[in-house]
């Protein structure tokens, strides 16, 4: 089992910054390819970045492409998320989720792709 908990999430202005945090404790050797997902209200979940955690690859969704970094410390088995140049679009709860193998650029954007999933940090950016 890995829990997730993911924390930073907050209100702030268009062209603002936020770093998300997701702490992983259990069993995390297993979770290799490591991801973000946001929702927004009335859309379905959709993938943000990803990075796998051996060499560190990172891949983005294109909205979020220059905006956004995906990052670890994996002697604290924590990933992080910095949010910048932020847009009212990128409202949504922002989930933390990992998953097992490579973080294919097929595969990595696909909910099923990950077994385990944090309880979500809410992001509301404001015009």
């Known amino acids: 089992q890995v829990q997730l908990v993911e924390s930073g999430g907050g209100s702030v202005q268009a062209g603002g910054s936020l770093r998300l945090s997701c702490a992983a404790s259990?069993?995390?050797?297993?979770?290799?390819?490591m991801g973000w997902f946001r929702q927004a209200p009335g859309k379905e979940r959709e993938g943000v970045a990803s990075?796998?955690?051996?060499?560190?690859?990172?891949r983005y969704a294109d909205s979020v492409k220059g905006r956004f970094t995906i990052s670890q410390d994996n002697a604290k088995n924590t990933v992080y998320l910095q949010m910048n140049s932020l847009k009212p679009e990128d409202t949504a709860m922002y989930y933390c989720?990992?998953?097992?193998?490579?973080?294919?650029?097929?595969?990595?954007?696909?909910?099923?792709?990950?077994?385990?999933w944090g309880q979500g940090t809410q992001v509301t950016v404001s015009s």
């Open positions: 990075i796998y955690r051996g060499s560190s690859t990172m």
């Open positions: 989720a990992a998953g097992s193998g490579y973080c294919y650029a097929s595969t990595w954007v696909r909910i099923d792709k990950y077994t385990y």
């Open positions: 259990g069993s995390t050797y297993s979770s290799t390819c």
